[in-house]
C-alpha cells in the first residue's frame, strides 16, 4: 500500500480520507486529511482499523487543497469503476473484463494499477511527472483535457460516469461492506509503478469516444424518424421494412450490447418474441431458449423502435431502401 500512495501523492501533499456509514439512515460521514509521508499507510490503516467495521472507506484519487473535501491541487490520474452489477452475470462481467485488458494493452495502455474493489474493477492510468507541471500551468484547459478522457475511458471501459475532479473511490485495503454477510477485501491485484503516461498516449480514446458520440447523435436522429410514422398509416409498413432488413442482416447482434438494444427497440412496440427471432438467428451466438428467455423479461424504457431502425439504416441500408 506504501507504494500506492507514494504513486498517487508526492511527499507533502493532502489525501481526503472519507467514511461514509453503511446504514444510510445514520447518514454518518467522516472525513480525514492525511499528509502524503513515510507514515501515511500506517496512519490510514489505523483510521480502517478504527471506522470500517461500520463505515465504507474511501479516498481522493486527486490531491485535495489544505483540508477541502472538493479543492484539488493536481491532476495526475485517470480512472474507470467497472460495477459488475451492470452486466447479464458473473460470466460476461469477467468476459468484459479480459477482453477490455486485451484491447488496452493492444493499445498500449494497460493501466498502471489494478484493484478488485469487492464488486468490480477499479482501473488507474498515472501521468508522467512532467505532464503534472503542464496541469498546473494550464489548469483550465488541461482540466478540459481530463474531462474528455475521462469521459472517453469510462465508455470504453464501460465504467461509471466519474468524470468530476473531486471524486472519491474505495480505498485499497479497507473492507467493502455493501453486504454485511459477505465482506470482500478491496485489495490490488496487479500494479506497475513503473508504467506511466503521456497524455498524448490517449488520443486513441479519444477518436474511439468521437465515433461513439456520433453513432449516438445518429441514433437519436433515428428514432426521431420513427417518432413522425409511429402512429401514421405508415407505421406497420416502417416497421416491416425495418424488420425484414435485420432478418437478412448477418452478425447483426453478435455482441451482447447490441443484442439487448435490439430487443429492447422491439420490446418498446410490444412486438412478441416470434415476431424478431429471425433477427436474432442472424447473431452467431444465437441462443433460442436464452434469447426468449431474456427478451420476455425485459421490460420498457427510454430505447424506441428508432433503435432498431438505426442499426438497419447503419449495417444495410442498401436493403432496407428496397424494402
Known sequence: MKDFFS??????EIINVRFISQNKEKNQVFNFFVEQSENTEKQIQELIKTYNTTHHAYFGVHPRKKNSTK???SIRTFFVDIDSKIFENEEKYKEHISETLFQLEKNNLTPTIQI???HGNHWYWILKPFENLKILEEKRQVCFFWTQIQKALQHFCKGDH??????ILRLPGSQNIKDLNKIILCEIIKKNYEKTYLLKDFEFFQKFYE???LKE???KKATKIFQKVENTNDSEQFVKAVINTL??????CDKYSDFLRLAMSFKSINLSYVDIDNVFRQSNNYDQEKNEKIYNALEKNTI???TAYYFAKTYNPTLLKKE
Open 116 to 118: 478488485n474493489s469487492g
Open 211 to 213: 465515433e461513439a458520440m
Open 217 to 219: 447523435k445518429e441514433e
Open 304 to 306: 424506441t423502435f428508432g
Open 71 to 73: 479543492n484539488i491541487s
Open 247 to 252: 432478418e437478412n442482416t448477418p452478425n447483426i
Open 162 to 167: 466519474l468524470h468530476y475532479l473531486p471524486v
Open 7 to 12: 504513486t498517487l501523492y508526492k511527499d507533502g
